[in-house]
């Protein structure tokens, strides 16, 4: 079972989420060091999450859009196909 995010987002919540639920474009699961990447990059986008209370799957969907990830998380979810 994948993480849901459905809790508050935070930094360490939202690294979870985008660990368990995507990967990038070349099938490559996300690592550590990416992991770093993306939360560093994408800093506005998750201090915004953060700040408006946002779910931790709300913020790492914009940060994944963003950066161009692909879905490889629960294929049966309503939120992504």
Do not use: C
């Not at 506005?44 to 969907?61: E, K, P, R, Y």
Request: hydrophobic share 30%; net charge negative.
């Amino acid at each position: 079972m994948y993480y849901q995010g459905q809790e508050n987002a935070t930094r360490d919540r939202v690294r979870r989420y985008l660990k368990e639920n995507y990967r990038d474009p070349d099938g490559t699961a996300l690592s550590d060091a990416r992991l770093t990447e993306l939360l560093t990059d994408h800093a506005s986008i998750l201090q915004h999450g953060i700040d408006q209370l946002s779910h931790a799957s709300f913020v790492g969907d914009q940060i994944a859009e963003t950066a161009g990830l692909d879905w490889s998380g629960d294929e049966d979810g309503d939120d992504k196909a």
